[in-house]
């Protein structure tokens, strides 16, 4: 069950930009149209998101915004697999989730899942940037990793680690048990072939 604060028809009919947010909550950021389940003042479509998107057209998306957010959704692959089909051919997933060495990711019982380096190689049909081969058959996204960074409370630890790709895989490989990585930041681009 959903409803839309706003003329989302007349939105898409007006053939401007659209960026959403999921899961903003009461973070308000003009020009994006805030998806919530929780019915807030900022909340312009009250939506339960483990249902998908299914009030969204297909390639009617130019980009969408995740902070915080995916690490809180039960069924990750129907969400990815939604927020791929609404996007347009080009169109941006910007995201920021918890990595899974986060000390207070668990501390949060509305955490589902944890993220790591690899998480969003499972939403993609190239294993580039990284040389670890994760499955590719789970789902029917090919989205790009466009970039992807470690996020460490020190700003020299996440200077050091993203300065390549393979310095962050052997974080993750090597390092991780000892070093918390505060968190993911990951920019993806919806491929299709049209």
């Given at each position: 069950?959903?409803?839309?604060?706003i003329?989302?028809?007349?939105?898409?009919?007006?053939q401007?930009?659209i960026v959403l947010?999921?899961?903003?909550g009461?973070?308000?950021?003009?020009?994006?149209i805030?998806i919530?389940?929780?019915d807030?003042?900022?909340?312009?479509i009250?939506?339960d998101?483990?249902?998908?998107?299914?009030?969204?057209?297909?390639?009617?998306?130019?980009?969408?915004?995740a902070?915080?957010?995916?690490?809180?959704v039960?069924?990750?692959?129907?969400?990815?697999?939604?927020?791929?089909?609404?996007?347009?051919?080009?169109?941006?997933?910007y995201a920021?989730?918890?990595?899974?060495?986060n000390?207070f990711?668990?501390?949060?019982?509305?955490?589902?899942?944890?993220f790591g380096?690899y998480?969003?190689?499972?939403?993609s049909?190239s294993?580039?940037?990284?040389?670890r081969?994760?499955?590719?058959?789970?789902?029917?996204?090919?989205?790009?990793?466009?970039?992807?960074?470690?996020?460490?409370?020190?700003?020299?630890?996440?200077?050091?680690?993203n300065?390549?790709?393979?310095?962050?895989e052997?974080?993750?490989?090597?390092?991780?048990?000892?070093?918390?990585?505060?968190?993911?930041?990951a920019?993806?681009?919806?491929?299709k072939?049209?």
């Amino acid at each position: 069950m959903s409803y839309s604060k706003i003329n989302l028809s007349d939105v898409i009919g007006r053939q401007e930009k659209i960026v959403l947010e999921l899961g903003g909550g009461p973070r308000y950021r003009p020009g994006r149209i805030n998806i919530d389940i929780v019915d807030l003042p900022e909340t312009d479509i009250v939506a339960d998101l483990e249902q998908g998107l299914p009030f969204l057209p297909a390639n009617s998306v130019d980009s969408i915004h995740a902070t915080s957010f995916l690490e809180h959704v039960q069924n990750l692959e129907l969400l990815m697999s939604e927020i791929y089909r609404v996007l347009k051919p080009g169109g941006k997933l910007y995201a920021f989730t918890p990595h899974f060495t986060n000390p207070f990711y668990y501390s949060d019982y509305t955490h589902i899942r944890p993220f790591g380096l690899y998480t969003y190689s499972y939403f993609s049909k190239s294993h580039y940037p990284f040389r670890r081969k994760v499955p590719k058959f789970y789902n029917q996204c090919n989205f790009r990793i466009n970039s992807i960074r470690l996020i460490f409370r020190s700003r020299l630890l996440t200077k050091i680690f993203n300065f390549r790709y393979r310095l962050k895989e052997i974080y993750e490989l090597r390092f991780s048990p000892f070093i918390p990585c505060y968190g993911l930041d990951a920019e993806l681009i919806a491929v299709k072939d049209d």
